[in-house]
């Protein structure tokens, strides 16, 4: 997929700046920082959507309370 952004002066230059300093394209800087971020928030979805059911299907409150526990902690992560 071919993506264009127009992006502000000062973030341009922050990317152009940190992929000269990795001896990386921007190109192949930008797409490493996407995967890097956007990756392991689809494992944690991937988690929290199992806990949310074993919440659902549960019957005790100790289950409900550690598994909100649980979805808490991973979003903020």
């Given at each position: 997929?071919t993506?264009t952004?127009?992006?502000?002066p000062?973030?341009?230059?922050?990317?152009?700046?940190?992929?000269?300093q990795q001896?990386?394209?921007?190109?192949?800087?930008?797409?490493?920082?996407?995967?890097?971020y956007?990756?392991?928030?689809?494992?944690?979805s991937k988690?929290v959507n199992v806990l949310?059911?074993w919440?659902?299907?549960?019957?005790?409150?100790?289950?409900?309370?550690?598994g909100?526990?649980?979805i808490?902690?991973?979003?903020d992560?």
């Amino acid at each position: 997929m071919t993506l264009t952004l127009n992006l502000p002066p000062e973030l341009e230059q922050y990317l152009t700046q940190e992929a000269k300093q990795q001896g990386l394209s921007v190109e192949t800087y930008t797409l490493q920082i996407l995967q890097e971020y956007l990756l392991p928030k689809e494992k944690q979805s991937k988690v929290v959507n199992v806990l949310q059911s074993w919440i659902d299907e549960g019957d005790t409150d100790e289950q409900r309370e550690t598994g909100e526990y649980l979805i808490h902690a991973l979003k903020d992560i």
